[in-house]
């Protein structure tokens, strides 16, 4: 569609929780987007193979926690290309798809602190706004003397509180047979628990 505003929600989500939903919803207030599609990664070059939970756990948990946004969606894309995941080949991939649209990468601050790192960075710049999600106290000294250098306006910072939630925190809360209630959509925290997951 033309002229379309579309977020595209970057992360590993393992597991998905309200930080990452509160995060979208503001970005999409703020910057006005007509849909915010999570993108949960495939196999993502900086995590070996067995430290991330199966990428169907990841989707599924994901479709739970999004379903009752009519603004969310969710994409397989990062799975269906195979392969060791990089961020360049999925815009590129969402450019084609939806040719005049203007996109924005969400994802959180301290991912977007390794953008130089990543494979070809200067083209995502290019195709994409970057909205660098970060919690409360984050120093942005870091990030804006990156971004000064380099960037120029091509990362927004949003900060959030509620991200003070994270996935590891649950995963080890998850671990210890913690409660998760409060910090997950209830549909998150069954399907966590009915699957055994993060119990090793
Ligand atoms: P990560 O290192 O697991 O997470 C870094 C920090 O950002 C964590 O504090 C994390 O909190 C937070 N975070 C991650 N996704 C978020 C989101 N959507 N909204 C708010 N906070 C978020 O990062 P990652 O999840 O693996 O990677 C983030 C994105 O960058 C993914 O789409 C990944 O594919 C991309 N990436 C691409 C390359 C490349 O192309 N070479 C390299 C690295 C990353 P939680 O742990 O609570 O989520």
Redesign the pocket.
């Known amino acids: 569609m033309n002229g379309e505003r579309i977020g595209i929600?970057?992360?590993?989500?393992d597991p998905i929780?309200y930080?990452?939903l509160v995060?979208a919803e503001a970005a999409r207030e703020k910057y006005q987007l007509q849909r915010v599609i999570f993108?949960p990664?495939g196999h993502?070059?900086?995590?070996e193979a067995g430290m991330v939970t199966d990428f169907w756990h990841r989707y599924l948990m994901v479709l739970l926690a999004v379903v009752s946004n009519p603004y969310f969606e969710v994409s397989r894309l990062e799975y269906d290309r195979g392969g060791v995941?990089?961020?360049?080949d999925t815009v590129r991939e969402f450019r084609q798809r939806y040719k005049s649209a203007e996109l924005f990468f969400?994802?959180?601050?301290?991912?977007i602190l390794?953008i130089l790192t990543?494979?070809r960075p200067e083209e995502l710049l290019a195709m994409c706004r970057f909205i660098a999600?970060t919690r409360p106290g984050y120093d942005l000294r870091q990030l804006n003397s990156l971004l000064g250098e380099f960037f120029q306006g091509a990362v927004s910072v949003l900060e959030i509180p509620m991200?003070n939630?994270?996935?590891?925190n649950l995963r080890h809360r998850a671990k210890a047979g913690r409660s998760l209630k409060y910090l997950v959509p209830e549909p998150v925290e069954f399907y966590i628990l009915q699957n055994g997951l993060y119990r090793e």
């Open positions: 929600m970057g992360g590993t989500f929780h930080g990452h995060t993108v990664s993502p070059p900086h995590k995941t990089y961020t360049i969400i994802t959180g601050a301290d991912a390794e990543w494979k999600a991200l939630i994270s996935s590891s």
